[in-house]
């Protein structure tokens, strides 16, 4: 490839300040926008429509379409979802990586060890990630073998991060990862996440940080909460969560979460009907500043584990704890509904008395 060539370009200095807010590369970002689409125009006829098929996430450098296709022209039922243009793998990893470099601000070195495993994955399973399973990760992982525990750990820990952080889905936290001694799951204590709160400067963080480790849900279930999501008569929180990986219930949030929160909306704007008015890359990147200032690494991925595992030390049972979390299948809560209601979850959510900042 030849040298760089220098080039301008106007931007809306609102989103340009955001991007330098949020620590990003925007000549960076830019050119990699610019050749994911040059890529795309070159290997596409364009005389032929895209597939309707998704696979992967949806495209962070371009608007959902609106037209409708084909396959939907042939349902008059009105019940058929509009689907997104079927992702190729090459560009599930280029978005992956752009996503981990960016937002995850992890290593280059790193990030390409993690898409080779990844692309192994997806090749050999021939799936969209969403759809991906554990029975398929078992074969993947077998047809690596024989391998070292180094590998077999390098590629969990790829997984675990393309699956937990950027898909977000569940399907790789069953797998432990191989050691000659235990190797627990790390946990944040209270005292640390006392230490990260107290970094906290303004209430929307506070907010953000004590609705994620008092209610287990998802990092993208909560920053897509609206306002018609929060019950605060009962400190009730319903997602609306449609997918076929993930199931979502109702959680709940303690008085702490509640005075941030109201201490907060003063301060939204008005017109945004999100509740916390914030992406998830941008909560992402609160937190990742927050854990350089505290000294204390903590994700929304760690306060969901945290919050779990603290419910656990308070005596809640599992059944329950998977309830809050969004892990109970749709088939459960409809043959026990009386024993999953919102209103016996509240007792015994309140009867727990979480709390992170006594």
Same mark, same amino acid.
């Given at each position: 490839?030849?040298?760089?060539?220098?080039?301008?370009?106007?931007?809306?200095?609102?989103?340009?300040?955001?991007?330098?807010?949020?620590?990003?590369? !925007?000549?960076?970002?830019?050119?990699?926008?610019?050749?994911?689409?040059? $890529?795309?125009?070159?290997? *596409?006829?364009?005389? =032929?429509?895209?597939?309707?098929?998704?696979?992967? #996430?949806?495209?962070?450098?371009? %608007?959902?379409?609106?037209?409708?296709?084909?396959?939907?022209?042939?349902?008059?039922?009105?019940?058929? =979802?509009? $689907?997104?243009?079927?992702?190729? !793998?090459?560009?599930?990893?280029? %978005?992956?990586?752009?996503?981990?470099?960016?937002?995850?601000?992890?290593?280059?070195?790193?990030?390409?060890?993690?898409?080779?495993?990844?692309?192994?994955?997806?090749?050999?399973?021939?799936?969209?990630?969403?759809?991906?399973?554990?029975?398929?990760?078992?074969?993947?992982?077998?047809? %690596?073998?024989?391998?070292? @525990?180094?590998?077999? =750990? @390098?590629?969990?820990?790829?997984?675990?991060?393309?699956?937990?952080?950027?898909?977000?889905?569940?399907?790789?936290? /069953?797998?432990?990862?191989?050691? *000659?001694?235990?190797?627990?799951?790390? !946990?944040?204590?209270?005292?640390?996440?006392?230490?990260?709160?107290?970094?906290?400067?303004?209430?929307?963080?506070?907010?953000?940080?004590?609705?994620?480790? *008092?209610?287990?849900?998802?990092?993208?279930?909560?920053?897509?909460?609206?306002?018609?999501?929060?019950?605060?008569?009962?400190?009730?929180?319903?997602?609306?969560?449609?997918?076929?990986?993930? =199931?979502?219930?109702?959680?709940?949030?303690?008085?702490?979460? $509640?005075?941030?929160?109201?201490?907060?909306?003063? %301060?939204?704007?008005?017109?945004?009907?999100?509740?916390?008015?914030?992406?998830?890359?941008?909560?992402?990147?609160?937190?990742?500043?927050?854990?350089?200032?505290?000294?204390?690494? !903590?994700?929304? $991925?760690?306060?969901? #584990?945290?919050?779990?595992?603290?419910?656990?030390?308070?005596?809640?049972?599992?059944?329950?704890?998977?309830?809050?979390?969004?892990?109970?299948?749709?088939?459960?809560?409809?043959?026990?509904?009386?024993?999953? /209601?919102?209103?016996?979850?509240?007792?015994?959510?309140?009867?727990?008395?979480?709390?992170?900042?006594?």
């Amino acid at each position: 490839m030849g040298g760089k060539q220098r080039v301008n370009i106007s931007l809306d200095s609102d989103i340009y300040q955001r991007a330098r807010e949020l620590g990003l590369n !925007v000549s960076g970002v830019a050119e990699h926008a610019l050749l994911i689409y040059i $890529q795309r125009l070159e290997a *596409t006829p364009t005389d =032929q429509p895209e597939p309707t098929v998704a696979l992967g #996430r949806a495209d962070p450098f371009r %608007e959902p379409a609106e037209q409708t296709t084909s396959s939907d022209a042939e349902s008059d039922s009105g019940d058929s =979802q509009p $689907q997104s243009p079927a992702r190729s !793998v090459d560009e599930i990893l280029d %978005e992956y990586e752009t996503y981990a470099t960016t937002v995850l601000d992890r290593k280059m070195v790193t990030v390409e060890q993690h898409c080779r495993y990844i692309e192994r994955l997806l090749r050999h399973t021939d799936s969209s990630p969403q759809a991906i399973t554990e029975d398929d990760i078992v074969a993947y992982i077998q047809s %690596e073998e024989p391998m070292s @525990n180094s590998k077999h =750990q @390098n590629i969990l820990s790829a997984l675990r991060v393309f699956f937990g952080e950027f898909v977000e889905t569940d399907v790789v936290e /069953s797998f432990s990862l191989p050691s *000659t001694s235990p190797s627990p799951t790390t !946990v944040p204590t209270k005292s640390e996440l006392q230490t990260f709160y107290a970094e906290l400067n303004n209430p929307k963080h506070r907010t953000i940080f004590l609705m994620y480790a *008092t209610s287990g849900l998802r990092a993208s279930e909560l920053a897509e909460l609206t306002m018609d999501d929060i019950d605060e008569g009962r400190q009730m929180l319903t997602p609306d969560t449609e997918s076929s990986t993930k =199931q979502s219930w109702v959680s709940f949030y303690n008085d702490e979460a $509640q005075t941030a929160f109201d201490a907060f909306k003063s %301060e939204r704007e008005v017109g945004d009907d999100r509740a916390f008015q914030a992406t998830k890359p941008t909560i992402n990147a609160m937190f990742q500043r927050n854990s350089d200032n505290s000294g204390v690494r !903590v994700t929304p $991925q760690m306060l969901r #584990r945290w919050f779990a595992s603290e419910m656990t030390s308070l005596g809640v049972d599992s059944s329950y704890i998977d309830a809050f979390c969004g892990r109970t299948p749709d088939s459960v809560l409809e043959k026990h509904y009386l024993d999953y /209601s919102p209103r016996k979850l509240k007792e015994i959510y309140d009867d727990a008395g979480l709390t992170v900042l006594e």
